[in-house]
């Protein structure tokens, strides 16, 4: 690669994105250290998770918590792990953690939403990513991205696809591009290795996902690229980008 080629995200303006996944922590997970990089380009990032995570329990969840508890608590997490990528809002809609189907009503929810915040980037998740580095990945995911695609094209940008949201005032609206993150069949790549502290600054905001931080830490050192040297690692997030202009 030479320094002569663009990169694909060098917006000649303020971009306003728009970053739609299914639980507090996924953006991070999956894309937070371009996030990152792309609030400290001036660029005007808005969160919708489309769940809060309240069935995020794991081994070191303490035996008292409950769904609604746990809710509550990753709602502050993820405004805190948004703040520290530089992320301007978090909004929520609150369909039950696991449950996610990527049905018509789902998809006229987030057609709302795409004509509410008018985004020129859009990014979500790669539906088809069935089998997660670590196993299954999970069902949410898939769901979440497939009701996204499926809001873009063809709805979100034409008046005749739901058209009680024109009677909202809600007017077709079609993003310029889509960022699938968390994909297997990536067209673009980028070398984020600047941006991996904060990215891990605000993963360990989402204290109740994590468990002993070291281990954390540790644990995504596996993140690395494999020409990484030990002194010098590289980290880099990966995309399935469509454009529509
Ligand atoms: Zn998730």
Known sequence: ?????????????????????????????????????????????TYLLLTCGDKGFNDSTPAEMTPDSLCAIRYEEQKAAAHVIGAESVHFMDIEDGYLVPDLNLRREIVREIRRHKPDILVTCDPQNLFAAYGINHPDHRACGQAVLDAVFPAAGSRVFFPELLSEGFEPHLPKEVWCSLTTQPNTILDITDMWHIKL???????????????????????????SAEENPRYEEKFRVVKYR
């Open 201 to 227: 600054e605000a993963l360990l905001q989402h204290k109740t996902q994590i468990g002993e931080v070291e281990k954390f830490r540790e644990r995504m050192k596996s993140r690395r690229t494999e020409d």
């Open 1 to 45: 690669m030479t320094n002569d080629i663009p990169s694909p995200d060098a917006w000649d303006s303020p971009q306003r994105i728009l970053v739609v996944l299914a639980h507090p922590d996924d953006p991070e997970f999956f894309c937070g250290a371009t996030l990152a990089r792309w609030a400290r380009a001036g660029h005007h990032i």
